[in-house]
């Protein structure tokens, strides 16, 4: 089982990016996912989750109101649309996969299943 992180890239400030994770060789069909994100010097940090059905959203207290994730199930991915973004948000976005939605949002030292990560920069 692999994920495949895309959708990356420069903006400024203000503007917005929607990245995107597909599982591919998955003979489990019901992975909730996640994005995490990791600045330089910084610890990893969750971002978003959603459970397999594309339900129960939860976000990291810092992109509240700016970010939404959505799932497609049938097709194995889930996508982040960043909104507003700011330059605080420059970081290398990492995607996750794990049976249990619990392990995504309060386990996370259980996940095994990462994607690559797709670098987000913001310029001020």
């Known amino acids: 089982v692999q994920l495949q992180a895309s959708g990356g890239g420069w903006v400024q400030a203000g503007n917005s990016l929607r990245l995107s994770c597909v599982i591919s060789?998955?003979?489990?069909?019901?992975?909730?996912m996640g994005w995490f994100r990791q600045a330089p010097g910084k610890e990893r940090e969750f971002v978003a989750a959603i459970n397999w059905t594309g339900g129960m959203p939860r976000y990291g207290d810092s992109v509240k109101g700016r970010f939404t994730i959505s799932g497609d199930n049938a097709r194995g991915a889930v996508y982040l649309q960043m909104n507003s973004l700011k330059p605080e948000d420059t970081a290398v976005y990492y995607c996750?996969?794990?049976?249990?939605?619990?392990?995504?949002?309060?386990?996370?030292?259980?996940?095994?299943?990462w994607g690559q990560g797709t670098l987000v920069t913001v310029s001020s």
């Open positions: 060789g998955r003979t489990y069909s019901r992975y909730a």
């Open positions: 996750a996969a794990a049976k249990n939605y619990n392990t995504i949002v309060l386990r996370t030292a259980l996940i095994d299943l």
